[in-house]
């Protein structure tokens, strides 16, 4: 370029620059002299923009005005009586909240240590309602009355509890078969494949079926709100439509949903996704399961996807997709009956014989796969490795209850763990010093919780996980604001406990340093991570969860939509199933 073309260069960009500097000015000239209603344009703008805002965050599972709310169970008992009055809620999952066993001297009552009853006990408490779950337990046909209802629980009855009966050939095909060595490793990414049997899928559709039936026996009328739970019913939301095309059925997803791919993996991916379509409300623990649950009816069903009302459309039928991350009751109802920190503390030393100057590292889980439990036990050798003078400080407690142990690969889980924490302690215990203590055997939420308030740290390094709430109760037992958390990446829970210690389960020297920073922390930091965490649980405690769900099915009712695309009858015009009947036979 010659100099003549350079120098009309820098005059068009000095111009140009001079032209910008003026329309600033001028533009800031008129915005003082603004006129009322220009402004109040803006104010409108602005006020769309935080309706917009709002909605979206009601379209994820969360009311508005759900921060502001204390929840509790009189905040559910509030809902329904003024959103949903003379509402009859019905939870159906497979696990039952009380289990009763024969033994020597009488009758045991059982409490199951899961994640799935310490959720829905409280808010079935809370409601009043019907639950509806296998009956598993060797007493538990001596317990019920002649329509296998037991009032529980026991002392002050407040809910109902309806078993089903499974012969030994449902269970083993339906539950072990199709549940488990199927739906269950599918969904989660532990690389063990799964195993798909016709046979398994027949018994599973008939037991799902049976469900139904026992749903529909105990509607009082067509319009209850209908709480299913988890993948084994993932048949149960389509059938209970046929049958009550009023009820708000809300299901909800406790383990991870694959991604599309993975998912299609499946012989029976159409009918399944179908199933679980006639709900009205599906939800996940985290906004990504809910997303791969969408693509995964994007990519297999001819439906319609509404993504900005988080919405899918099958079938004429709507169904609303939303996360509603899972949590516990706060406060959690067995505390108050536990002694303090440091008496918990002494009494489960003094159970397993450690030292005052050893730091205890606790796990608690089922005994599974997706768990991560031998990865633990890499971290802790790698742990002693690298940093040799930490063997005799720190001792590993893993509680793993038996799970599912006629399954060969939970043979093989348990026969690993056994082999591994056998070396380790070969390796590195001495007379009166083993780092690991494997107790596979279960215990009571109660005991569960003495170690959770004993423990100097707690591992949870699940592979793949929806939520996990192990991670949130022992952040509960912790009212002394000590103790520090492990967390896996890979666990929903990792969304909400940002200050916990998040680990990757699959890199040994990664947890190795995470112990070793936990072992190392001053009291004072472990209360700076433990003090918001707790109130993190205390604000979005189990009742938020269910209050969540059950304020979105009473916005469905008062919009008339159930699920079926109709609208459905009057409110003071509720006809009875049974009367519906009556009338049709005459």
């Known amino acids: 370029m010659s100099d003549f073309g350079i120098e009309v260069l820098w005059i068009l960009i ?4 001079g032209l910008s500097a003026v329309a600033l000015v001028f533009s800031i000239s008129r915005r003082r002299h603004i006129p009322a209603a220009a402004s109040s344009a ?7 923009a935080a309706r917009t805002v709002l909605r979206e965050f009601e379209k994820n599972g969360h009311s508005a005005d759900a921060a502001l709310i204390t929840w509790s169970p009189d905040t559910l ?5 003024d959103d949903l009055p003379e509402t009859q809620v019905i939870v159906v999952s497979n696990r039952e909240p009380y289990i009763h066993n024969t033994r020597d001297d009488g009758i045991e009552l059982l409490v199951p240590a899961s994640g799935l009853v310490s959720a829905l006990e409280p808010i079935t408490r809370a409601c009043a309602g019907t639950w509806i779950a296998y009956g598993g337990g060797t007493a538990d046909r001596l317990t019920v009355d002649e329509n296998d209802r037991v009032e529980v629980p026991p002392g002050n009855p407040s809910y109902t509890l309806r078993r089903v009966w499974l012969t030994e050939e449902e269970y083993q095909a339906y539950y072990l078969g199709f549940a488990n060595e199927g739906l269950w490793p599918l969904c989660h990414i532990a690389f063990t494949r799964p195993i798909f049997r016709a046979s398994d899928w027949q018994v599973y559709e008939a037991v799902n079926r049976k469900f139904a039936d026992t749903v529909v026996a105990e509607a009082r009328n067509e319009r209850p709100i ?13 059938m209970i439509r046929e049958r009550l095309p009023e009820a708000i059925i809300i299901t909800f997803w406790h383990i991870p949903w694959p991604n599309s791919e993975v998912y ?3 012989p029976w991916r159409e009918r399944i996704l179908e199933g679980l379509l006639g709900s009205s409300i599906i939800g996940f623990h985290t906004q990504f399961h809910a997303n791969n649950f969408t693509e995964s009816v994007d990519r297999i069903l001819e439906s319609r996807i509404e993504r900005a009302d988080a919405a899918i459309s099958y079938g004429g039928h709507p169904t609303l997709v939303h996360a509603y991350p ?4 706060w406060p959690a109802e067995l505390l108050a009956r536990l002694p303090a920190v440091e008496e918990c503390r002494a009494r489960v030393r003094e159970r397993f014989g450690l030292p005052a100057n050893v730091k205890l590292c606790v796990g608690v889980e089922r005994l599974d796969y997706t768990k991560g439990i031998p990865d633990r036990f890499h971290a802790l050798d790698e742990l002693f490795t690298r940093y040799p003078e930490r063997v005799g400080k720190v001792v590993f407690l893993q509680v793993a209850a038996p799970s599912r142990g006629t399954l060969p690969a939970y043979q093989e889980l348990h026969d690993e763990c056994l082999r591994y924490a056998e070396e380790l302690n070969q390796r590195y215990g001495g007379e009166n010093y083993s780092p690991v203590l494997l107790l596979a055997e279960h215990h009571s939420q109660e005991q569960v919780y003495e170690i959770y308030r004993a423990a100097d740290i707690c591992m949870v390094t699940s592979l793949h996980d929806g939520m996990n709430l192990v991670a949130k109760e022992f952040v509960a037992a912790r009212d002394d604001e000590q103790g520090v958390l492990l967390l896996s990446t890979f666990a929903g829970a990792s969304r909400e406990l940002l200050e916990a210690l998040i680990v990757n389960p699959y890199d040994a020297t990664m947890m190795s340093e995470a112990l070793l920073q936990a072992l190392t922390m001053t009291p004072d930091e472990q209360r700076e991570r433990m003090r918001p965490m707790r109130e993190m649980v205390r604000d979005n405690n189990v009742y938020r969860w269910a209050g969540s769900m059950l304020l979105d099915a009473a916005r469905l009712r008062k919009r008339g939509v ?19 009947a009556r009338k049709a036979a005459s």
């Open 14 to 17: 000095i111009a140009s620059l």
């Open 42 to 48: 803006g104010d409108d703008l602005a006020s769309e």
């Open 77 to 81: 008992r509030k809902i329904l009586a």
């Open 226 to 238: 209908v709480l299913v739970q988890d993948y084994h019913f993932a048949l149960l939301p389509r």
């Open 264 to 266: 299609s993996i499946c």
């Open 326 to 329: 899972i949590s516990i009751e």
């Open 562 to 580: 159930t699920g079926n695309g109709e609208r459905p009858y009057n409110s003071n015009n509720v006809v009875s199933i049974f009367e519906r």
